[in-house]
C-alpha cells in the first residue's frame, strides 16, 4: 500500500495541484512548453511541494518521529 504525505508536515491530507510551465523559459520547445508540473497541497500546513511516498504504516511512523524529533 503505497502512503502520500506531505514532505514538511507529514499529513495525509493533499490536494493535487497542477502548475503548467512558463513559456518564456522553453521559448523554442514545444515539448517543455506543454509539461505540466505535478504537486501537492497540504491541508494541514499548506506547503505546495512533491509528496513522499511510504510503503508501510512503519516507514511513515519513523519519518513521522524523525520531523516531531521523538
Given at each position: 500500500m503505497k502512503i502520500?504525505?506531505?514532505s514538511k508536515c507529514?499529513?495525509?491530507r493533499?490536494?493535487?495541484?497542477q502548475l503548467s510551465s512558463e513559456r518564456?523559459?522553453?521559448p523554442n520547445s514545444d515539448f517543455?512548453?506543454?509539461t505540466i508540473a505535478v504537486?501537492?497541497?497540504c491541508g494541514d500546513?499548506?506547503?505546495i511541494d512533491e509528496a513522499l511516498v511510504f510503503n508501510s504504516e512503519e516507514e511513515l511512523k519513523r519519518f513521522l518521529?524523525?520531523?516531531n524529533g521523538r
Open positions: 502520500k504525505v506531505c507529514g499529513s495525509r493533499l490536494a493535487l495541484v518564456e523559459t522553453y517543455i512548453d506543454n504537486k501537492y497541497l500546513c499548506s506547503n518521529k524523525m520531523i
